[in-house]
């Protein structure tokens, strides 16, 4: 079993930064890839970013692309989500999920799921 726990979601100005967080327990993290997605209220949950096993590849959501960036550090089981230059349409609650394998782009194809930190960005 995975667990995921996100952190560092809050308040921040449009054009400003944050870095989200998400550790995971267990001792596979290495297996398996990783994904951001997001969900802002009366809409749903959208795919944010993704990056493989080992880190060497990463895909993004047009919406994000060149602002945000995913990375991981296996050693220390935790993925990361940077966010440069957040809009107020950026504000959500943010969930990072686990899959075994690679490629994923479907919050279905994810098995494991964090709570969510909630992300918002004011104008």
């Known amino acids: 079993q995975v667990q995921l726990a996100e952190s560092g979601g ?3 100005q449009a054009g400003g930064s944050l870095r989200l967080s ?3 327990s267990g001792r596979s993290f290495s297996s398996l890839s990783m994904g951001w997605f997001r969900q802002a209220p009366g809409k749903d949950r959208e795919f944010v970013a993704r990056i493989s096993r080992g880190g060497g590849s990463t895909y993004y959501a047009d919406s994000v692309k060149g602002r945000f960036t995913i990375s991981r ?3 220390k089981n935790t993925v990361y989500l940077q966010m440069n230059s957040p809009k107020p349409e950026d504000t959500a609650v943010y969930y990072c999920a686990a899959a075994w394998g690679d490629g994923y782009y479907y919050s279905y ?3 494991f799921w ?3 930190t909630q992300v918002t ?3």
């Open 10 to 12: 809050g308040l921040v």
């Open 22 to 24: 998400c550790a995971a």
């Open 73 to 75: 550090d296996n050693a």
């Open 109 to 111: 194809e994810y098995e």
């Open 114 to 116: 964090g709570q969510g």
């Open 121 to 123: 960005v004011s104008s």
